[in-house]
């Protein structure tokens, strides 16, 4: 198990979106879903060009801010730490105003195989 704790009160709302994808989409997406905020707290401490808006910046002090550098170890020493961070990344990439993007019919097909994977219990690990 991680040696970075998914239940403290500033990462709630991560375990709540765990437990609606985690029956559809198997307990790694469900896992890197619990991380999205801690990984946004890493990403706050560890990358300088990180550009964050007024309200983003708001409800990160109510998360906790930016990790402490024994947080962010701990975090890399995480087993899911690299995909959770990419998987941040992506969602941040998504936040253009006005930014073209595909419809979600595109995905549509990403979210059925992984559903009928977990369903089988043949759900391929892609960690990094």
């Given amino acids: 198990m991680s040696p970075f704790p998914l239940t403290t009160g500033r990462a709630v709302p991560g375990k709540h979106g765990a437990a609606a994808v985690a029956g559809l989409l198997g307990q790694r997406v469900a896992r890197l879903v619990a991380l999205h905020i801690p990984a946004r707290r890493y ?32 975090f890399e020493s995480d087993p899911d730490f690299g995909a959770a961070v990419a998987l941040r990344r992506a969602d941040d990439a998504g936040k253009v105003v006005g930014l073209r993007v595909p419809g979600l019919d595109r995905w549509r097909p990403v979210v059925a195989a992984a559903s009928a994977a977990e369903a089988r219990g043949t759900v391929r690990s892609a960690r990094p």
Avoid: F, V, W, Y
Wanted: a negative charge; proline letters at 9%; aromatic letters at 0%.
């Fill in 43 to 74: 990403l706050a401490a560890t990358d300088p060009g990180l550009a964050l808006s007024p309200e983003s910046a708001r409800t990160l002090g109510c998360q906790g801010g930016a990790m402490a550098p024994e947080e962010a170890a701990a």
